[in-house]
Nanobody, 127 residues
Framework: QVQLVESGGGSVQAGGSLRLSCTVS????????MAWFRQAPGKEREGVAA????????YDTNSVKDRFTLSLDNATNTIYMQMNSLKPEDTALYYC????????????????????WGQGTQVTVAS
């Protein structure tokens, strides 16, 4: 059974940094699409960033370009999202998602295409 466990959320001042982690267990495929989504109160869930694990190719939404970076530790099956220069509008519940097996594509921001989800971790950025 595939499980995703997130950690690393918290509260920071604007301009600060956080690193989210998502450890995946219970699968054996090497080519997957891993992504982070977020949902702020009263808003729809939106895709933040994604990585095709076989190639390391990454995708991100315009609002986080040059601020958020994905990395992958294959030894521990953990994907990280380093978030720098955080803004109050980044405040949301962040979810890790996986398409296993699968690849990321131009539709990576479609949450319906992901099979597995973590429980979410809260990120709060104060102004």
């Amino acid at each position: 059974q595939v499980q995703l466990v997130e950690s690393g959320g918290g509260s920071v001042q604007a301009g600060g940094s956080l690193r989210l982690s998502c450890t995946v267990s219970g699968y054996s495929y090497s080519s997957n699409c891993m992504a982070w989504f977020r949902q702020a109160p009263g808003k729809e869930r939106e895709g933040v960033a994604a990585m095709r694990t076989a190639s390391g190719t990454t995708y991100d939404t315009n609002s986080v370009k040059d601020r958020f970076t994905l990395s992958l530790d294959n030894a521990t099956n953990t994907i990280y999202m380093q978030m720098n220069s955080l803004k109050p509008e980044d405040t949301a519940l962040y979810y890790c998602a996986a398409r296993i097996p699968g690849v990321c594509s131009s539709s990576w921001e479609d949450s319906g295409r992901f099979d597995y989800w973590g429980q979410g971790t809260q990120v709060t950025v104060a102004s």
